[in-house]
Structure formats: C-alpha cells, structure tokens
C-alpha cells in the first residue's frame, strides 16, 4: 500500500498530503476522546468530550470531501486504459514517466524500464485468426500485471509491444523479473477461444533510468535491448 501511495496514488488521489494529515489528526483525537469516555462524567469532562467529537465531525467531513473527489479521479483513470488489455494507454506515458524522473532525482533511487514484445505475433493472428492474437495479447497483459507491484505501471506501447516501469527497483532486480516473466510465458499452455493449444515466446530488454531528464533515452536503451533479445 505504501509503494502505491508513493507512486500511483499520486495520480488518483487530489491532495495526498492533506488526506494523510487529516487521517492522523482524527486518529489522535479519536484516542483523546477514548481516554475522556473514561474518567467520571462530570460537565467539564463531558464539555472537552463534546469538543473532541465535534471536531472530528469536521475532520470526517472533509476527509469525505475529498474521498468523494478521488474516487472521480479512479473512474476518470478508467479512460486511460486500452480497451483491449486493460493495461495503461501509451499515451499516458509522458505524464507518469515525468513524475517517475522527479520522483527518481529526488530521492536518488532509480527506477528500470521493460520493453516487451511478442515474437512472431502475426504468425499467431495468420494461423489462428485475430480472435487468438487478441486473447494472446489479455494473456500477456494479465500476466505482466500480475508480476509486477501495484504501485509499477504496465502500458500497452504498440500493437503487439508493452512497457512497464518498476519503480525503485535497479537493472538487475529488473532483469530477474524480466526473466521470471520469459519462462512464466514460455511454460503456458494457452487455450484460445477455439480451444487449440497455443505457446506463445516474449523477448524483453531491460534498462535501469540514468537520471538524465529525457526519459526516453532509457526507453531507447531497453528498446535497443530488446531487438538485441530477439
């Protein structure tokens, strides 16, 4: 939950900050008002516990405003995904990769790029149909979306090609996981829509951000990486 909060959360919620504060304000009075319930009930107790619950009324009411603000936000992210995959639109890419780059000199923690690509995908639409190489492409999208972390992005980057950045994560951490995720592949027996059995490979390459503010130079290195896979 933490990873997300720092990376994903950002894009969803309006003002993390502030919710987390006003979280944390009503937790402290939520406990003064617990010690209060337990002394003797005379009027100034009772007077202090009045106080107590009529500020986090307050604070409840503006965590709600805001909850009710984010939740827009989480039905508005709807629309960045491809329809397709469910994995985010490329054309996200630009704005989430920019915070990922501030995010990364900021603190001074890389972040890695994968570039994935199926091999031979139109030999699987010529002898299977479009049908197959659209499951083809769900199979791959749920699988890569289920390796990495919820606060990691998966992107639909081409027809057949996808993207994900693992935040704070380096090139060799990234490279096992890149693997983990070839073999997992490799290994699948995938039924399609007309129940034939097919066994589909990925090539991935791999880069680790250098801190340089154009983040497509790592996207350029792990795409070179890539076709060199292949």
Do not use: C
Not at 1 to 27: A, C, P, T, V
């Amino acid at each position: 939950i933490y990873h997300w909060l720092k990376h994903k959360g950002s894009f969803s919620i309006i003002d993390q900050e502030l919710i987390m504060s006003l979280l944390e304000q009503l937790n402290d009075l939520a406990k003064v008002e617990s010690d209060l319930s337990s002394l003797p009930k005379d009027p100034e107790v009772q007077n202090k516990r009045y106080s107590f619950l009529q500020d986090m009324m307050r604070i409840t009411e503006k965590v709600g405003e805001h909850l009710e603000e984010t939740i827009k936000m989480v039905i508005e992210a709807d629309s960045r995904k491809d329809a397709l995959t469910k994995a985010l639109s490329r054309r996200y890419l630009p704005a989430i990769a920019q915070k990922e780059v501030m995010y990364a000199r900021h603190t001074d923690n890389a972040f890695s790029v994968m570039m994935i690509d199926i091999d031979d995908f139109k030999l699987i639409n010529d002898t299977h149909g479009h049908r197959a190489g659209d499951a083809v492409l769900e199979e791959l999208a749920e699988i890569l979306m289920d390796r990495v972390r919820p606060g990691d992005y998966v992107f639909r980057y081409g027809g057949e090609e996808f993207l994900t950045i693992i935040s704070e994560t380096n090139v060799d951490t990234a490279t096992h996981i890149a693997e983990d995720i070839r073999l997992q592949i490799a290994e699948n027996h995938f039924q399609n829509l007309d129940k034939d059995a097919i066994r589909f490979s990925v090539s991935i390459g791999v880069a680790e951000y250098d801190f340089h503010p154009d983040f497509m130079r790592t996207v350029e290195v792990a795409d070179k990486r890539l076709y060199k896979a292949k």
